[in-house]
Nanobody
Framework: QVHLVESGGGLVQAGGSLRLSCAASGRTESSYAMGWFRQAPGKEREFVASITWSIGNTYYGDSVKGRFTISSDNAKNTVYLQMNALKPEDTAVYYC????????????WGQGTQVTVSS
């Protein structure tokens, strides 16, 4: 089991920045990749970004490329999502996830943190 706790959400004006953190605990050594997802009211969950623990390979959703940056601190078992140039359409609950037995199949999820971008 991997336990994930997100933090750093909040209210920000359009054009502003926020940094989300995701602290992982438990059997983190079993996890190959970590991801950030988001879900806005009435919409399906959307992939935001992912990173591998070992060599830091990153992937981004099209809607956030060039604005968001995912990073990790392996010593702290923590993954970050730096969000710049925020738009009202970035408003959502952001979830951190960890894969398990299969790479990039995210089995473990945090409770989510709300990000609200005002226009």
């Amino acid at each position: 089991q991997v336990h994930l706790v997100e933090s750093g959400g909040g209210l920000v004006q359009a054009g502003g920045s926020l940094r989300l953190s995701c602290a992982a605990s438990g059997r983190t050594e079993s996890s190959y990749a970590m991801g950030w997802f988001r879900q806005a009211p009435g919409k399906e969950r959307e992939f935001v970004a992912s990173i591998t623990w070992s060599i830091g390979n990153t992937y981004y959703g099209d809607s956030v490329k060039g604005r968001f940056t995912i990073s990790s601190d392996n010593a702290k078992n923590t993954v970050y999502l730096q969000m710049n140039a925020l738009k009202p359409e970035d408003t959502a609950v952001y979830y951190c996830a960890a894969d398990g037995d299969t790479h990039y199949v995210f089995d473990y999820w945090g409770q989510g943190t709300q990000v609200t971008v005002s226009s």
